[in-house]
């Protein structure tokens, strides 16, 4: 489903990844974790191409992309490896003048082309998938940053993509709000979704994620199942970080 070989991206002079490769089987998730400036967050964006890589190649459903350093792919190219992904923000991201019901329709008519009418009955499926049907005529700045959330996770199931991507899905949400976006997260790795969701969360990252990497200065340090990550790490560097969320 996700095949990533010698993935290089650097900012000017700063080398954000180092050559990451790592391969992930459809229906799986994938959870990255690792200390701030680490990575995760730039790998993240490299797969659905919000960060054009500097070299190595992406492999994501049926389209596959090479990198090379100062040759930038196609539009065409891009949108095609985008359409494989859908993207969960930390910051949401909904359309302020739009309801929660827009906002999950406005991609599917945009991008796929349907009807209003077939649109709205996805989104409506969506929205009550997510727990959020008596919400459908709601404004963003009417809901809670939960439900906003669930609203963001909804409009980027809208398109049917192969993959989600979380970027910190809870990071901007009050304690107590963060259990009922997880609860979503959750159930949808239970049905078999594909996701990659960079976390901070260990507990839940132990509790939903089929693989564990752990990132440090642009590479991985550590991979595997959450207890080999969490309960036999065998690198040093996975050990300190363990230990030092532990303390």
């Not at 077939?118 to 963003?140: H, I, T």
Request: hydrophobic share 45%; net charge neutral.
């Amino acid at each position: 489903m996700i095949q990533v070989r010698g993935l290089h991206k650097a900012f000017g002079e700063q080398q954000v990844l180092g050559g990451i490769g790592l391969e992930l089987p459809k229906g799986k998730v994938l959870v990255i974790i690792g200390p701030s400036g680490s990575g995760k967050t730039t790998l993240l964006r490299c797969l659905n191409l919000l960060e054009i890589p500097d070299q190595g190649s992406l492999r994501i459903g049926g389209v596959s992309l090479q990198f090379q350093s100062g040759a930038r792919p196609s539009a065409r190219e891009v949108l095609s490896l985008r359409k494989q992904t859908g993207m969960v923000f930390q910051s949401f991201n909904l359309f302020p003048h739009m309801t929660a019901l827009g906002n999950v329709v406005e991609a599917q008519v945009t991008v796929q082309k349907k009807s209003k009418a077939e649109a709205r009955r996805r989104a409506l499926e969506l929205l009550e998938k997510v727990g959020l049907a008596d919400k459908a005529r709601s404004y963003p700045h009417n809901l809670s940053g939960g439900q906003q959330q669930r609203v963001a996770i909804a409009r980027a199931m809208a398109l049917d993509p192969e993959v989600l991507l979380f970027d910190e899905p809870t990071s901007a949400l009050d304690p107590e709000l963060v259990g009922e976006v997880l609860k979503v997260i959750k159930q949808l790795a239970s049905e078999g979704m594909t996701m990659v969701i960079v976390t901070h969360l260990m507990k839940f990252a132990a509790e939903v994620a089929d693989q564990v990497v752990l990132m440090d200065k642009g590479v991985i340090v550590e991979e595997g199942t959450p207890e080999e990550v969490f309960q036999h790490p065998k690198s040093e560097r996975a050990v300190q970080f363990l230990n030092m969320l532990a303390d």
